[in-house]
């Protein structure tokens, strides 16, 4: 998932999540831009898991360079998370609102 982008006033520059469950394996999620939260993930909602992932070079224009959790909840097994940036805070991930647990495993 590279170089996906979104308008000023959006989120998720590659993904956004409402209700559902999604799992990655083996991915790189790189370059992408969103103008307001997760420059790469938006989650909202659901369940959202990575392994073996790769959160390089996003960013957003408010919060959560990488991923942003606004509800839902997450599971990062052996990833790397590199030069992600946001303008305001959490620069890789950034968990706001009614947000389950959020695990990071290596």
Wanted: charged share 10%.
């Amino acid at each position: 998932l590279v170089n996906g982008a979104t308008t000023a006033l959006e989120s998720g520059g590659a993904i956004i999540l409402a209700n559902a469950a999604v799992t990655l394996q083996r991915c790189r999620i790189e370059d992408n831009r969103a103008g307001r939260f997760g420059g790469a993930v938006q989650v909202l909602s659901g369940s959202f898991s990575a392994t073996a992932c790769a959160f390089l070079g996003n960013a957003a224009g408010r919060d959560s360079g990488a991923v942003n959790f606004d509800g839902g909840s997450g599971l990062f097994v052996n990833c790397t998370f590199s030069g992600n940036e946001a303008d305001g805070s959490g620069g890789a991930i950034g968990l706001f609102g009614a947000v389950g647990t959020v695990a990071l495993k290596h």
